[in-house]
């Protein structure tokens, strides 16, 4: 067993996490770089290092899972989410069910909540959103991101959900209020059932095509008929009806009835 080989065996052992579901070279160069910067020989320095200090492990779960996040990211696909897509989902049911699948830092489930508030008082929107980086978790809790990450945000959404701290943004209580946070691994973990709707986006890209194929698989079975999968820009499915999709839009899937 080589060195990286032994460091997903220790990885699994003490996360969970299986590095192996993860494609291999770009894997293994993100998280090289990352030793090397700080100043390791080998996975096994780098482990032994992480196992006594939090940071440098907090370090490697944020370049491992790799949270890079924003607003309204890929904006016009949000306006399709609020014209098109949302208004058919309430039409079925008044009360969604919703979930940010993968959510890294909080802006995509913060989004999600915002768009929903359009439609009923935000004190009746839920969203639950999950990820398997108890780091990001616990910075998308805090709710303050830097301006980089409001790039995409309409002027009126800012003005209204978004208070500005230095050169920092903080969201507002009531939006943080609409969204639980809980850690999940989306290969590992069982998926509850009966959403409308569930995002999943820039995230899919980094698994291997039999890991997207068994997700794909699990997100049809987690929505209720006629429910909606929301996948990122680069992330088309080119065969839904084998999972049990039909196109709905451009990157929104619905679950066949």
């Known amino acids: 067993m080589n060195d990286y080989q032994q460091f997903i065996v220790n990885i699994k052992k003490k996360t969970g996490i299986d590095l192996a579901q993860y494609k291999e070279a770009q894997m293994k160069r993100r998280l090289t770089s990352l ?3 700080r100043g390791f020989k080998n996975f096994q320095e780098f482990f032994q290092a992480m196992e006594t200090d939090q940071n440098l492990f907090h370090e490697f779960l944020d370049r491992m899972t790799i949270n890079v996040s924003e607003f309204y990211r890929n904006a016009k696909r949000w306006e399709v989410l609020e014209q098109r897509i949302l208004p058919k989902l309430f039409e079925r049911n008044r ?10 830092t909080g802006e995509e489930p913060y989004t999600l909540a915002m768009i929903l508030s359009k439609f009923m008082p935000l004190s009746q929107v839920s969203v639950l959103a999950t990820d398997l980086d108890e780091n990001a978790i616990s910075r998308a809790k805090i709710g303050i991101y830097p301006e980089r990450s409001l790039q995409e945000v309409p002027d009126e959404v800012k003005k209204k959900f978004f208070t500005k ?11 943080k209020g609409a969204v639980t946070f809980k850690k999940h691994n989306l290969l590992a973990d069982p998926f509850e059932t009966n959403y409308d709707l569930i995002v999943c986006r820039n995230v899919l890209i980094y698994f291997t095509e039999e ?3 068994s997700l794909y698989h699990k997100f049809n079975q987690a929505l209720r008929p006629g429910g909606i999968l929301f996948v990122g820009s680069t992330e088309q499915i080119f065969n839904p009806l084998s999972y049990g999709f039909e196109t709905e839009d ?6 066949v009835e």
Do not use: M, N, P
């Open 211 to 213: 890991a997207k194929q």
């Open 250 to 255: 451009t990157f929104f899937y619905r679950k």
């Open 35 to 37: 030793y090397e910067k």
């Open 95 to 104: 009360r969604l069910k919703v979930w940010s699948a993968a959510c890294s």
């Open 165 to 175: 701290e230095g050169i920092y943004y903080k969201i507002d209580e009531q939006v």
